[in-house]
């Protein structure tokens, strides 16, 4: 919704000028910066809705500013980069980036995607409120705190990999298409491009599995989905 802070971190100032022209537009607060360091400063102090982070920073780059801001914050984090192989997209999504644009992009798909992502915290932060708590045989979900425990120990979850899963474990035993799983989680359509999904998915089941080879909560249901199973 308008109003809310926006950090755009990019060593390119004719991309930041152009992102924050389009940002303010939509009734944004942006705040700026062109190093790794610096972003990494004002994300802590400034405390924004979303950080939008160019993985090529002078001083730091982008993957050090991420492991650095999920250490204490869930924050949205959409990564900009020029690289488009799917090992530089992977390791993205491992460190707990949100979403992976590629440069060059268009400026209208980046806020339709700016949009998405905050729109799905409003719903997680309307769900908090309703101070709920999923429990199963070695696996809890507060979504008042958004925490994991598995066998009693919390396990830290990125933000989507927490929505992937409070998504399933809503609905255990009901298959979810890939494409309701992703746009249940980044409230737009995959256009076919479900990488990202498979990526958030393999990284959860890392997190919470005892072996994700052989998964005891989330099952792959072969050429459809994925299941949640007690």
């Not at 705190?145 to 609905?171: W, Y």
């Not at 099952?219 to 007690?230: A, E, M």
Request: net charge negative; with cysteine; glycine share 6%.
């Amino acid at each position: 919704m308008p109003g809310e802070k926006i950090l755009v971190v990019d060593d390119e100032a004719e991309i930041l000028e152009l992102i924050t022209l389009y940002l303010k537009k939509e009734g944004y607060e942006v705040l700026t910066s062109s190093n790794g360091p610096d972003a990494l400063a004002m994300a802590l102090e400034h405390r924004p809705d979303l950080v939008i982070l160019d993985i090529l920073l002078p001083e730091m780059d982008g993957i050090e500013v991420c492991r650095q801001l999920r250490k204490s914050s869930n924050t949205p984090i959409l990564f900009l980069s020029c690289k488009s192989e799917d090992m530089d997209i992977i390791l993205g999504f491992s460190i707990g980036g949100d979403d992976y644009i590629t440069k060059p992009f268009s400026p209208g798909q980046l806020v339709a995607r700016v949009k998405a992502h905050l729109r799905r915290s409003h719903l997680m932060e309307q769900h908090k409120e309703d101070s709920q708590h999923l429990t199963f045989p070695g696996l809890e979900i507060d979504m008042l705190s958004r925490t994991v425990r598995v066998d009693g120990s919390i396990v830290p979850l990125s933000s989507k990999e927490f929505d992937l899963l409070l998504h399933l474990a809503r609905s255990p035993g009901k298959v979810l298409s890939l494409e309701q799983l992703y746009k249940l989680t980044w409230g737009v359509d995959s256009n076919g491009d479900t990488r990202t999904l498979l990526v958030h998915i393999s990284n959860l089941r890392k997190k919470i599995e005892n072996n994700p080879a052989d998964p005891r909560y989330i099952h792959t249901v072969r050429g459809i989905g994925y299941k949640f199973n007690v």
